[in-house]
């Protein structure tokens, strides 16, 4: 596992990612190849200049288009249709770009070949990869040690994710605990009571890595054995620690105070929060300017389609619980809670009016936050902001839900990017499980993943 942005990603998948560039690029040259006589165009750096072009926005368009999802594109009629959509897409945006400027323009014969080849290469390497991935092929063999809820959600996680990079070779539930044992079809397990020789085990079973995730550490906690392991070149790794490498996010409900303490991360520094601060203020003004003639389109629309102000301004917890008005286009009709008190919003809300539904779908709605950016009251990134009704109640039902607010709330975040919207206790505790992983993980580069994943959920209407 190599980690970028805080993220870690299986070696395999970054091999894939660059050789899948590779094969675009390739596309491309091995058309130039064919349709040219001369071989001068090897020399021709302005020609591979705009092969590069080609291949960085068909990459991003095949990013935005799932097709890095394995989740989604694992069927071969899934992956054709996506990578179809994609390459339209780039030749929507290539149009535009040669448009503006002609100079990038790469001759028509050489594009057209280039994308007969493209398919070729790149649904015959998408067909081999998927067969690596059903095959297991490459992936890193662990241990797991333990039988707890914990363990149990590791052993979900890989299960489900076909593109994680990891297989459970050896299982060691914990003592008397017999009902795992056919979790996880086709690894070892032995019982715990002979946990003495499980790290010769370990070894003969392949494994690079011990995750410990047991009920009782006190007293019955294998410290010589796992020494053993650690000493002979295993990597050992306390579950939580394990668990939030591989989703992303924390377990609020599972995770130990003492984790948290001794575990990296929660790092700030004053020049960190200088420079987030001056990004949150270039990127606000900017984007107020940008967007102010959709802004007053959408305050007249709102204006005629129903009664009303304009504008919805209501009371949120921010930055060490100081209480703030956040400021949205109103998407509801007036005086919404007049006859329920403060409730979530539902998906589909019959509050909600007809302009309303577009803007929230379109994120519009939204918008005029950029305003408490810009005064300081929230960030570009950071957790949702929510009311003290809501926030007064969930500090009394859900542990360390007070965290989030050792940060500024944001207008997009790694919750709402992550996670679908909700309006339970449920949702509430799986967000915070996002959002002490950002708390925790807090950088400019997380910030920047968020902002481009925010124009994923944006455009497709997802989160």
Known sequence: MLRFFKQYFPIRNILFFILEGLFIFGSIVLSAMVLTKSGFFLFDLILFAKIFMITFISQVCLYYNDLYDFEIAISIKEVIIRLLQALGITSIVLAAIYFFFPITILDQKVFILGVVFLLIFVIGWRLLYIWVLNKGLFNEKI???????????????????????????????????????????????????????????????????????????????????LLNCRTQGLEVLEGSTFYEMLTGKLLVTKIHPSW??????????????FIKRLEDIIISSVMLIMLSPLLILTAIVIKFDSKGPVF?????????????????????????????????????????????RVIRKCRIDELPQLWNVFTGNMS??????????????????????????????????????????????????????????YIKNLSITLDLVIVLRTVKTVLFGRG
């Open 143 to 225: 241990v797991i040690l333990g039988s707890t809820p914990l363990a149990l959600d590791i052993i979900k996680q890989i299960d489900k994710n076909i593109d994680c990079g990891y297989e459970i070779s050896l299982l060691i539930p914990d003592a008397g605990q017999k009902d795992i044992h056919d979790l996880v079809p086709g690894s070892i397990t032995i019982d715990y009571s002979n946990k003495d020789d499980f790290c010769e085990n370990a070894f003969l079973a392949g494994a690079k890595k011990v995750v410990v995730a047991l009920k009782e550490k006190r007293g019955s906690f294998p410290i010589k054995e």
């Open 260 to 273: 948290l303490i001794f575990s990296e991360g929660f790092r700030k520094s004053k020049i960190r929060t």
């Open 312 to 356: 919805f301004s209501q009371d949120r917890m921010g930055q060490d619980k100081k209480e703030y008005m956040v400021h949205k286009f109103r998407s509801m009709v007036q005086d919404a809670e007049k006859n329920t008190g403060p409730v979530w919003a539902q998906t589909d809300d019959a509050r909600i009016t007809r302009v309303g």
């Open 380 to 437: 570009m990134v950071g957790p949702r902001p929510e009311r003290k009704y809501f926030t007064d109640d969930l500090e009394t039902r859900i542990p360390y839900y007070a965290e989030r607010f050792k940060v500024k709330p944001g207008v997009t975040g790694w919750a709402q990017v992550c996670y679908d919207y909700g309006a339970t206790v449920e949702d509430a505790i799986e967000k915070l499980n996002y959002d002490l992983f």
